[in-house]
């Protein structure tokens, strides 16, 4: 197979048309939250001391866009014209108006699950295996090096950093297989430290050093790939002066950054400030969920989904799978087209079963654990709060289907699954992701002490004899912790650094917990 590179792009949330996204989401979101069935097509422009909203809005409930604005840059960052905008003094202009009659009829039903949409349009989903999220490499890399850049500066690491920013990663492929990262490039805002450096060469010098000490290379370290030493900041020079003061920033200029890199196909149609009404938006996420379940259930390696909608009823997909053959590893095309609604409704909950159970003891599997674990991810960080990844191995599991056969085995797997789950709130989740390895997911943490009990009465109860079949059986537990945002800033790195606690747990004694260092 041929190799050649593909690069992808990421922007940071202080990104001038990322703000104008955050911005439209944020109408969006305080809409829907006071009337589910508003229907919201809102755009954002930011520039210097300016931001502009309009579009359109049915809807019962009430806006304060004002306040919505300034309280959406606070959180990105942006509380200082020094920064590049400033929310307390900035100028918010509103212009929206009624939804058209026209677009509304279109839309409109009685019965919600008759919901049309309201206008024709392309939508484009895509899946492969190349990351944990089924996500390309390029794009998955390049998204978790902003999302670092952003925590980083929020939580004092590197407080000199502000709030706007942008990622590049390039990697080698081997037909449709990565092979290394062959460039990462960071443009990244920082504060004016030319007094305390003396000239722009050591302050590009000092920036250069910590981007990559403190974001690139963690990030990297987090993915089995090689990666070559080639790291590009501030390659232009300077970057003191940006956000919307700087550049204007448009809601929907990031469309290829939100979806796949530029590695699938995309329709044109971007998603902020729309609801569900809008198959721009809702059809984008079912093509993905359609992609994503196929190749999370085995049935192939890569798979492109297109939606295209020419009514106000239903939506057409042509599903496009790559299947790697056994006999010389080349790939084949497998294409379907998919019209009928109704079984292709089946279908998708038949592959929805199939990509997020574990068949054994019904509990989520490692992808819908993944899923889970970046909402959960996502609310931690919004309210600012402390989660905990436990993955859990059990002691003498072996000995167990040794002993006893592989059914017995079988029964004490489904026996731990139960137990597990009787040890944790309702609002903590615990997945099966290997033969007797589990995953264990506890929200909004408080202290390190709630865990270390949670911890310590999962190795009580599943440490006790189990009874099957007149055979008594025994296992034990070893037990890693990850905390977020102490050990890692992500899932990937949580998962990661919560397994090698784990393993340190296995060689020195077992049946016990330990936390990362």
Known sequence: MSKYLFTSESVTEGHPDKVCDAISDAILDNLLSQDSESHVACETLATN????????????????????????????????????????????????????????????????????AGDQGLMFGFACRETEELMPLPIQIAQRLTERLAAIRKDGTLPWLRPDGKSQVTVEYDGFKPVKVTK??????????????????EELKFVKSEVINHIIIPVLENYDILYENEFIVNGTGRFVYGGPAADTGLTGRKIIVDTYGGYAPHGGGAFSGK?????????????????????????????????????????????????????????????ADIRDISERKATENA????????????LPNRVLFYEMAEHALQKAKRYKQSLAILFIDLDGFKSVNDNFGHDIGDEVLITTATKLKACLRESDNVSRVGGDEFLVLLEDVKKSDDVIHVAKEIIRSVSEIIEINNYSCQVGVSIGVALYPTHALNVEGLVKKADEAMYKVKGKGKNSVRFAQ
Do not use: F, W
Not at 70 to 98: C, P, Q, W
Not at 184 to 201: F, N, W
Not at 277 to 300: G, H, Q
Not at 307 to 331: F, P, Y
């Open 275 to 335: 609801d569900p009404s809008k198959v721009d938006r809702s059809a984008a996420y079912m093509s993905r969920y359609i992609a994503k379940n196929v190749v999370a259930a085995d049935l192939a390696e890569r798979c492109e989904v297109q939606l295209r909608k020419s009514d106000g009823s239903i939506l057409t997909a042509d599903i496009i799978m790559q299947v790697a053959t056994s006999e010389d590893g080349k790939s084949r095309e497998i294409s």
């Open 351 to 362: 592959l929805m079963e199939l990509a997020h159970k574990d068949s054994l003891t019904q």
């Open 49 to 116: 001391g300016l931001v502009v909203v309009s579009g359109e809005v049915r809807s019962s409930g009430s806006l304060d866009i004002q306040n919505i604005v300034r309280e959406t840059l606070s959180d990105i960052g942006y509380t200082d014209e020094a920064k590049g905008m400033d929310n307390n003094s900035v100028e918010v202009r509103e212009i929206i108006h009624e939804q058209s009659p026209e677009i509304a009829q279109g839309v409109d039903s009685d019965d919600v699950s008759e919901q049309g």
């Open 184 to 201: 990462v490039v960071i443009a990244t805002q920082h504060d004016d430290m030319l007094e305390k450096y003396g000239s722009e060469d």
